[in-house]
């Protein structure tokens, strides 16, 4: 990425995810949220490069319908789910050496993004469940512009599989 460099690939770390969601119940079955969060990776390896200190993080900010099964004679609650909003793509690299060049610094650029998901909630009482799910988060390429590059960093899509426990209080 000094310069046009296609090809090279980065290898990154798996990491973890932080999700903030509120949102309106219209009935049993039917709601809406916003939600917003923080998914972040290390880098463990770039093409070419040397020594990797880095990260590539992400921050939706989504809205999303969710169907659900929420019966008081129920325990157990299903839930499905899409989004979409944006994504805040941010890039850090520390002292990364490519060929003869040394990259230094961060960027971040808003794109557009998605989101699917779907899980069970087991309700403790009334007003607080627990539960397991599934993610997948979608983001567009971006483009960075990081300090010491011959031209912009552009990276593909990005595609999120995340796997969550949550912890849900309705009032």
């Not at 971006?142 to 912890?167: C, M, N, P, Q, R």
Request: negative net charge.
């Amino acid at each position: 990425f000094i310069g046009p460099a296609p090809g090279v690939k980065i290898d990154l770390d798996t990491g973890g995810r932080l999700t903030a969601a509120g949102g309106y119940n219209f009935n049993d079955w039917i709601a809406v949220q916003v939600e917003t969060g923080f998914i972040y990776n290390e880098i463990d390896h770039i093409t070419g490069a040397g020594n990797v200190g880095g990260s590539l993080s992400h921050m939706p900010l989504l809205a999303s319908v969710v169907l659900r099964y929420d019966k008081p004679n129920c325990p157990v609650v299903p839930y499905v789910g899409i989004g979409m909003g944006g994504d805040a793509s941010s890039i850090w690299l520390d002292d990364v050496r490519v060929g003869a060049f040394v990259v230094d610094g961060s960027d971040a650029e808003l794109v557009f993004a998605w989101q699917a998901f779907g899980g069970l909630r087991y309700r403790i009482n009334q007003n607080m469940s627990v539960g397991a799910g599934y993610k997948y988060f979608y983001a567009e390429g971006a483009e960075f512009d990081v300090e010491d590059t011959a031209a912009d960093i552009e990276l593909g899509k990005a595609e999120v599989h995340s796997f969550v426990v949550d912890f849900t209080w309705t009032f």
